[in-house]
């Protein structure tokens, strides 16, 4: 069925449905202001229906765990491995709680407009609970319009910070930056060489990307390093602009003697589109560091082109996505605005709670990722 307009709620909602799960969530004072009003509302509603009608019965209540839950994550587009990787994660831990049926979708491509018809459908259908990978403000306030009508949304991956949504589960990107630093820090320690580090981001001014930046240099003033950030040069989010702007960096300054990238771009390919980079790592004149630990990248950390690398726990976002969401649906919980997964770290020798590149593969290859579930 094609969902309705993008025009908010046209529709009618499960009246009974949503005052429930408003009146839930106000008694345990975490409901955001959009849910109060609401709920205040249908709860005036509710009390003058159940006081004038004679034939009105009560919940029967009975124990939650005995509810099946219908849960669905929206993600910004399908067929990718840190989706299946997240989707795994969901299954994983819906088996482990039992009676929770968990639904994936996301837009034809990576459009707003689209991710806020998915919601809009889902909230009319009535599902329990939804958790969304956000493309933007548009879905930012479709998430408040489900929450107003009574809909428990988290997001993941890609928060709206300013939304009404009940908490973000995903990575802390300043301390994932912080990591990276630490990770930079250890690789050149004793090496008391000036360093001269340039940064590749993805598009200038994202938040997530900024905070990682933040974090990183931040880090490398903590841990007492010497060094200038030279540039911050843009690869807008694709593999073949990140790696030109790597190779155009570093020829136009050769005293460019350390590179972060804050995300995966140029390691998605083979070294041989790196010529430069390749040419000055074997020479030892270069320390790298780099986002996400995607299996592509393996090869960049077994090859001496990074000394580490810093991943997002995609499984974990999926695994603890569900638990989160169970938590609030069946158990009234609360969680702080962020719901932090953690970070997997990626270096030559591993050890020390880390991966080596052959054992982050083969987690891949299974994606028997460990997770314990994270208490409110």
């Known amino acids: 069925m094609t969902p309705p307009p993008l025009s908010g709620f046209p529709w009618p909602v ?51 765990a005995d509810e099946e839950l219908t849960f669905v994550a929206i993600f910004k587009a399908l067929g990718n491995a840190g989706v ?28 707003a407009a ?53 908490t973000y589960v995903g990575s802390d990107n300043y301390a994932g930056g912080q990591l990276a630093g630490e990770l930079y820090a250890e690789a050149i320690e004793g090496d008391t060489t ?14 997530n990307l900024t905070q990682r930046d933040e974090g990183f240099t931040d880090a490398l003033e903590e841990a007492g390093v010497d060094f200038t950030i030279v540039q911050t040069v ?3 989010d694709d593999v073949a602009k990140s790696v030109d702007a790597v190779e155009s960096t570093l020829r136009g300054d050769p005293t460019i003697n350390g590179f972060y990238f804050d995300g995966p771009w140029p390691f998605l390919v083979d070294q ?41 726990k995609y499984y974990g976002w999926g695994y603890q ?17 962020l719901t932090a997964t953690g970070f997997d770290v990626v270096t030559l020798e591993g050890g020390d709670g880390r991966f080596t590149p052959d054992e982050m593969d083969a987690l891949w290859e299974t994606f028997d990722f460990k997770e314990t579930p994270i208490e409110p």
């Open 321 to 337: 996505g569900v638990q989160v969401l169970d938590q609030i649906v069946r158990h009234d919980a609360t969680f702080s605005d």
């Open 272 to 312: 041989s589109n790196l010529p430069t980079l390749v040419e000055k790592a074997e020479a030892g004149e270069i320390t790298v560091v780099a986002f996400d630990t995607i299996q592509p990248e393996m090869d960049a950390v077994r090859n001496g082109l990074a000394y580490a690398l810093v991943g997002q």
């Open 194 to 207: 000036p360093q001269r580090i340039a940064i590749l981001t993805g598009v200038l001014g994202t938040e």
């Open 114 to 166: 689209q991710q806020v018809q998915l919601i809009e459908s889902y909230v009319q259908r009535g599902v329990d609970g939804l958790m969304v990978s956000s493309l933007g403000p548009a879905v930012c306030e479709a998430i408040n319009q489900a929450i107003a009508a009574g809909t428990p949304v988290i997001t993941f991956d890609s928060d709206c910070p300013d939304s009404d949504r009940l």
């Open 234 to 236: 843009p690869g807008n």
């Open 84 to 111: 299946t990787a997240a989707q795994t994660g969901m299954e994983a831990r819906a088996e482990e709680i039992g009676n929770i049926k968990v639904e994936v979708t996301a837009p034809t491509t990576p459009d």
């Open 14 to 64: 499960n009246s009974n449905t949503a005052i429930q799960r408003s009146i839930t969530m106000i008694r345990s004072g975490k409901s955001p202001r959009r849910i109060r009003s609401v709920a205040l509302a249908a709860g005036i509603v509710a009390g003058l229906l159940l006081t004038g009608c004679a034939g009105g019965q009560a919940s029967s209540g009975g124990d939650p």
